[in-house]
């Protein structure tokens, strides 16, 4: 873990966990979710920071806070390993925020991606309030990624559970 983290907001896994309770993809709850998680990247900590959430075969979740520009498991293995709830693969989808930008896959994130695309089946960018996905298949020649748009009049402001 950083040694600079300083959490203001206690709860805010349970806030992600929350609104990941009534997901369901290409519905509007797929926008709250997104949204929650981009919220807490800016609202539970003295300042911005990535976070990233596993969401496993079984529908459990996985989520770790980084620095400003970084997010890992470093430091934070106990999510993944002594967790009375084991990680269970393929991975439905592995999320990260960028707090400071646009919703895009960096370098980090491709090769990341690269490494694991056998073992997860989707990823999504969250920046700026946009989204953008990548998908995986059997034949990486039938990979796609694409840019999801909000509803024009869909906004969430966070109540501060």
Known sequence: MFDDLVVDKENWKDIIGKAFTDYREGSISEYVFYDT???????????????????????????????????????????????????????KCWIHTHPFGKAYFSSTDVKTARIWRHRMKEAVVIGNYEYFKAKFEDDPAMDSFYMVHRVEDYTLVYQGE
């Open 37 to 91: 998680i981009f919220e807490m990247s800016h609202f539970a900590f003295d300042k911005a920071r990535e976070i990233q959430v596993l969401i496993d075969a079984n529908d459990s979740l996985f989520i770790t806070v980084g620095s400003p520009s970084f997010v890992s498991f470093d430091g934070q293995e106990d999510v993944l390993y002594e967790s009375a709830v084991k990680i269970k693969f393929p991975l």
